[in-house]
């Protein structure tokens, strides 16, 4: 069982509500969707009410999110109207979870059976925060120290991956698609099935045109060529299982909700449906549950070796053959852990780790430079570039490569290399990082990180 560094202090977890101890996170609940052990910010949301006091008192509480919105309280107010559920009192507050959201605070007089069908009344409507929480710890969480937010169970990745914040349905105006009116409805679509995908759902099957196959036949074709000399031996391992399992060929685009069961078999990963870019934050968070935020979109088909934005083939050619090996699975995971309630800064230092790994990283395997970043792998230009001698390649070091600047729209300055993903994820978790100047650092034992999958 190895040691990883969660990259907080021990102030820092105790914040939280936490011992070293219970900071472990069980491999049944990363997969079954269960609760993390963390204090939430309210209370723990009890799947299993206490019985006596709820059906002896009849009064409860449940805290949900909204919009900030003119008239945003008051339909949600008649959700408990037409449930008949009487109101005692009510309490407002800016969320410091979500931008532009509101919280609020019902206190409520019904029966045990009348409160469960509000419940997921509500559920379809807005974010429910916890339940059966009561109104001191409702004002005592709102004293007491900002701690970032982060989703405390699976479902509430929801929330992280419906925050988009470019691309989307909307395109800059140096986009290749930007003029192409017919490109532009059809990626509408495709951020409407993303925005409405909860999790639990099967992944709704897509249905691509002529024009969208060529496109990804044209990039598959011309990266497969170069695979044999360029990828790692995890890579070509992989793809032909993809070619088996899921489709993966020049004249079909492979489906989402067949990818993210085969992940699951082989690495305990899975993907979800997303309609664009996502903060640094939210995405990570979706790496520390297995999750993976997923494009269903494809780039324009007027230069198919080209995408500003990361498109189908590059998530389905870039990232997923890797992430069916379990040890490149459980190096991403331990990124998105130690995003987990952590500073802006630290975020960033972290999403920079991750861009010039998992997207942009470089492997030694028998004498010879290997691709092993997605970007590098679904980049017919760039995974030449890289390998080539012309390329400025220096040892990866989180400490260094976490200032380092990270380029859209050209070649990198630098790529770093590694021996292995085990060297990678080694120097990722003995990077020590202070919370506080008189903090120690903390080593959290994570022993679910090492369970085996079938290969």
Not at 26 to 41: A, E, K, V
């Amino acid at each position: 069982m190895q040691p990883a560094m969660m990259m907080f202090s021990s102030k820092y977890w105790s914040r939280r509500g936490m011992s070293l101890d219970s900071a472990m996170f069980q491999q049944q609940q990363r997969h079954t969707g269960g609760q993390m052990s963390r204090r939430p910010s309210f209370c723990p949301i009890n799947e299993k009410p206490d019985k006596e006091s709820d059906e002896e008192s009849g009064r409860t509480a449940v805290v949900f999110s909204l919009k900030n919105e003119v008239g945003c309280l008051v339909k949600a107010l008649r959700l408990f109207q037409e449930k008949r559920v009487n109101l005692n009192h009510i309490e407002s507050r800016v969320s410091k979870r979500v931008t532009n959201e509101v919280e609020i605070f019902a206190d409520c007089s019904c029966s045990k059976k009348e409160f469960n069908e509000l419940l997921q009344h509500l559920k379809d409507h807005v974010n429910i925060i916890s339940f059966n929480t009561p109104a001191h710890v409702w004002s005592a969480e709102a004293d007491g120290e900002d701690v970032p937010w982060f989703p405390m169970k699976i479902s509430e990745l929801d929330q992280c991956s419906h925050r988009v914040l470019m691309y989307g349905s909307e395109l800059d105006a140096d986009h290749p698609g930007f003029k192409d009116n017919v490109y532009r409805q059809r990626r509408k679509y495709f951020v409407e099935v993303a925005m409405n995908y909860k999790f639990g759902q099967p992944i709704p099957r897509i249905e691509y045109t002529q024009e969208e196959v060529k496109t990804w036949g044209v990039v598959f074709r011309e990266l497969t060529k170069l695979y044999p000399t360029h990828a790692c031996r995890e890579y070509l391992k992989n793809l032909p299982l993809l070619s088996k399992h899921c489709g993966y060929r020049e004249d079909n685009i492979p489906q989402l909700e067949d990818v993210s069961l085969f992940l699951r078999e082989r690495s305990g990963f899975t993907v979800r449906p997303v309609a664009g870019y996502l903060s640094p934050r939210d995405f990570l968070a979706g790496l520390a549950y297995r999750v993976f935020n997923c494009t269903q979109y494809v780039r324009h088909s007027t230069d198919p070796l080209y995408t500003p934005e990361p498109d189908t083939c590059h998530e389905l050619l870039g990232h997923v053959p890797l992430l069916a090996d379990p040890k490149f699975a459980q190096f991403s995971q331990e990124i998105g852990l130690a995003s987990l309630g952590a500073s802006d800064e630290d975020v960033q230092k972290l999403a920079t780790c991750y861009f010039f790994t998992i997207e942009f990283g470089l492997c030694k395997q028998d004498g010879q430079l290997r691709a092993y970043g997605a970007g590098l792998l679904s980049s017919i230009g760039e995974l030449r570039h890289a390998l080539s001698d012309q390329a400025c390649v220096k040892m990866f070091d989180p400490r260094t490569t976490c200032n380092q600047e990270c380029l859209i729209t050209t070649f990198q300055d630098v790529y770093f290399v590694s021996e292995s993903f085990e060297e990678a994820k080694e120097k990722m978790r003995s990077t020590q990082t202070r919370t506080d100047p008189t903090s120690q650092f903390i080593t959290c034992n994570i022993s679910a990180l090492n369970t085996s999958y079938p290969y």
